[in-house]
C-alpha cells in the first residue's frame, strides 16, 4: 500500500531530523563561553513555547520566571516580540542585514510563548544571515525555526537554499523532498531539487574518484615502504616497530620541496638527499641519488677541478679530495664518517642511520679545518 501524504511528511521529517542530528555529531566545536548547536537544540526543548502547565510548587526556571515578571509588569512579551520582527523587517528591507540579525535575535531572546512567531523570528534571521552569506548559521536557524513549526516552508526553503550554498547536496534533497511532500508545486524546491540530485550525482563521482586515487596512493606508499625496507633501511616513524601497514600513513615520504624517494622499472631506489655545510649555513639539495651511486660520484660533480667553487667557499677549500662526509645518530650524539667510495645504499643501510620524512641528510666538512675540529668535539665520532 503507498504511504499516505501524512505518512511521507513523518517519514521525512524523521529522515531529516537524523540527517541533522548526525550533523550536529560531527562538530560540536565552539568558542569560548559559546554555546555549542547542541547545546542550543537541547535548550530550545525548554523554551516557554513548549511549556503547557506550570508547576509552581517547584522552582522555575529563568525563563519562566522572566515570563512571569513580564506579566506582572503589565507588559506583553507577544507584542514586544512581534515589535523587534517588524523592525527587523524593515532593515531587512533596506538591506542593512547586521541590523535586521540584532532585531530579529533581541525578539529571539524574548522567548515568546507563540510558536508560530518564534519560527518567524528564526526564519527570517535565517533570511538575513543568508544573505550575509553566513550559510552555516542561517542553516542553524531554519533547523531551529522547524523546531517551533515543522511545516514553515520559508525556513524550509532557506535550509534547502543553504545547504545547495554549502555544497551539501544529499541534505538539500532532504529538505526539498520535505517541502515538496507538503506543497508540491513549490517551483523554488522543485529547482533545488533537480539541480541538488545533478550536483550530488556529480559530488559523489569526485567522491569516488577521489577515493580510488586515495586507495592508489596508499597502495604505491606501502609497496614503496615495502621496498625501502627489505633493503634493511630505517625509516622515522616506523623504526623497530616491524611490519605494520597500519603504520604506513604515518610514514612521511615527502620533503617541503615535494620531491620524493621512488623506485624504477629496474628496481632501483632514487632518493632527494641533502648536504649540509654547517661552516657556512649552506645547503645542496640533490633531488635524485641513484642509491647504487657513490658519494664520490656527486662530490665530483659538485667540486671537481672543472667545477667553479660555490659562492660561499671564499677560501676554496670544498675540493673532493679534502671533504669528511658524516651522518649524524641524533638520539645518541654521535657522528658516524661514510667513506666516498660508499654507495647511498651502503650508507642508509648502516643500523644507526634513520631516514626523516624521505630525505636521508648527510654533514660535509672540510678535513682538518679548524671549523671540522672544534665541530666534532660536540660529537662521539665512529669512523667509516
Known sequence: MPESKEEKIRRLNQELEDFIAAEVAKSQEKTGDEKSFEEILQEIETHPAFMKD????????????????????????TCNA?????????????????????????????????????????????????????????????????????????????????????????????????GLAIDETNTVLLEIKQKAEKLRSIQEKERRKEEAKERKELAEHKKLITTIKSRGIRLAGLADKGYDPLLFTNVELHNPSGAKVYVDAE??????????????????????????????????????????????????????????????????????????????????????????AGTPCFIILVNNSRFQQHFVKEYSVIPS
Open 54 to 77: 506550570v508547576d509552581y510548587t517547584k522552582p522555575l526556571s529563568k525563563e519562566m520566571e522572566g515570563l512571569m515578571r513580564i506579566k506582572y509588569e503589565q507588559q506583553d512579551p
Open 82 to 178: 512581534e515589535a523587534f520582527k517588524e523592525d527587523g523587517n524593515v532593515e531587512f528591507k533596506k538591506k542593512r542585514y547586521d541590523i535586521a540579525v540584532d532585531n530579529y535575535t533581541a525578539g529571539i531572546k524574548i522567548k515568546c510563548p507563540d510558536k508560530t512567531l518564534n519560527a518567524v523570528l528564526y526564519s527570517n534571521r535565517a533570511a538575513a544571515q543568508f544573505y550575509k552569506q553566513n550559510y552555516r548559521s542561517a542553516l542553524q536557524d531554519a533547523i531551529i525555526a522547524r523546531k517551533f513549526k515543522p511545516d514553515h516552508m520559508k525556513a524550509i526553503v532557506r535550509g534547502a537554499q543553504c545547504c545547495m550554498e554549502m555544497k551539501k547536496y544529499a541534505e538539500a534533497s532532504l529538505w526539498s523532498d520535505l
Open 267 to 356: 628496481n632501483t631506489l632514487h632518493w632527494p638527499v641533502l648536504f649540509m655545510y654547517p661552516e657556512h649555513t649552506q645547503t645542496d639539495y640533490i633531488e635524485d641519488f641513484n642509491e647504487n651511486h657513490t658519494f664520490e660520484d656527486h662530490i665530483f660533480h659538485m667540486f671537481g677541478p672543472d667545477v667553479p667553487p660555490a659562492s660561499w667557499d671564499l677560501d676554496k677549500k670544498y675540493k673532493p679530495e679534502n671533504l669528511l662526509i658524516y651522518y649524524e645518530d641524533k638520539e645518541k650524539t654521535t657522528l658516524h664518517q661514510i667513506s666516498p667510495s660508499c654507495t647511498l645504499l651502503e650508507a642508509l643501510q648502516n643500523k644507526w642511520f634513520l631516514v626523516d
